[in-house]
């Protein structure tokens, strides 16, 4: 289960990548795939915003897959993984739709 866990550090890390490159942006980031960043009151503290999101997402995420060293294959432990991801995912874009109505113009 160790290439299961390296392979989960590799998209966290992913993660940390893009929350580094949203922080580095000069100007307003869009957080979803194909959708135009919105008009925001202060960019630099938008994307620093944001960029916490990410990084926080990461972080968790990389947690989540800590059971990946412990557990044999086909655990049902692992349906407690995929919940916390799918949570993690829900708290990410409620996280995001409150940053952005904060933000926008």
């Given amino acids: 289960m160790v290439i299961g866990f ?6 966290a890390l992913a993660f940390v990548v893009i929350a580094i490159s949203t922080y580095r942006a000069e100007e307003a980031v869009g957080f979803f795939t ?3 960043p919105p008009m925001v009151k202060d960019i630099k503290k938008y994307n620093k ?3 916490v999101l990410w990084l926080v997402f990461a972080i968790a995420l990389e947690v989540i897959g800590i059971p990946f060293l412990f557990l044999k294959q086909n655990s049902p432990l692992f ?3 995929i919940i916390g991801v799918v949570a993690l995912v ?12 904060k933000e926008k113009i």
């Fill in 90 to 101: 829900i708290g990410l874009m409620i996280a995001y739709v409150r940053l952005e109505a």
């Fill in 79 to 81: 349906f407690v993984m």
């Fill in 49 to 51: 915003a944001v960029s």
């Fill in 6 to 11: 390296v392979i989960w550090s590799i998209v």
């Fill in 34 to 36: 194909f959708v135009k």
